[in-house]
Structure formats: structure tokens, C-alpha cells
């Protein structure tokens, strides 16, 4: 299979993400604004760990970001920003690499946001393997 360089990719992982994981109309379905509220979180989590705040995560392969900051179930969630377990779940599972359920084979690499052989457990919210069937 071919991996998410170039446009075909980049067309590939959009199709993924938006017929396999994102459904629309499910309780996970993250909206323009869920997204707009993660992309303001990661770099505020990312961005400081080369040790200079410019905007610029220097390293994404470091970038492990803790989206359970965003729950609401946080005692200080802003309730019309945060986020369902629902969509973080889902957002963890745009992050991880896509594998065919069937035979486990490796299909393509998503954003190595969790790393290669880590965890982005749903059960913490922060780290889990996720497999996309393609039945």
C-alpha cells in the first residue's frame, strides 16, 4: 500500500479518516471547531520541548500530546470548547498507523504522533493500538 507522502497520500489519509474513523453523525465526529481547539492544544504541549516557545514543533516524532486536558470531564473544561472521551478517542485514532484487521498487515503510517510501537491508550486517554477494518 502506499504511504501518506504526496497528494495521492494525503488524499488516502483524508479517505481514511473521514470512512473509517471520523463517521459523520457518530458520537466521536469531530467538527471543524473540535479540531481548531486540538490544533491550539498540541502546539501549546509541543512546541516548548525543543526549549524554545517560536511556534514551531521542531520535533513531531517527541510530540506525545495529552488531549485528556480538553476532556470535559475536567473540572475546569471550558464546556462549549471541550471534548467528549468520544472525540478524543477519535482523534487518537486519526494519530495511529493503519493496519488491516484481517491480517494485521501494515497499510500505511499516519502522523507518528503516538510513535511507531507506543500506546495513545484510550483507556488513559493518552495512548492504544487502533485497527481500521477493511471488510
Aim: proline share 4%.
Amino acid at each position: 500500500m502506499s504511504s501518506t507522502c504526496g497528494r495521492s497520500g494525503l488524499i488516502t489519509e483524508t479517505y481514511r479518516i473521514n470512512a473509517f474513523v471520523n463517521k459523520l453523525n457518530s458520537t466521536g465526529y469531530l467538527t471543524r471547531g473540535d479540531y481548531d481547539t486540538i490544533g491550539a492544544e498540541v502546539p501549546a504541549q509541543c512546541d516548548p520541548l525543543d526549549g524554545v516557545k517560536d511556534n514551531v514543533i521542531t520535533n513531531p516524532l517527541v510530540c506525545r500530546p495529552q488531549l485528556s486536558i480538553l476532556s470535559c470531564d475536567q473540572p475546569t473544561a471550558n464546556q462549549s470548547t471541550c471534548l467528549s472521551y468520544d472525540k478524543i478517542n477519535i482523534m487518537y485514532q486519526n494519530w495511529a498507523d493503519y493496519h488491516s484487521v484481517l491480517t494485521g498487515e501494515w497499510l500505511s503510517s499516519a502522523y507518528r504522533v503516538c510513535g511507531p510501537a507506543s500506546s495513545c491508550s484510550v483507556a488513559s486517554l493518552a495512548s492504544a493500538s487502533f485497527e481500521i477494518s477493511l471488510v
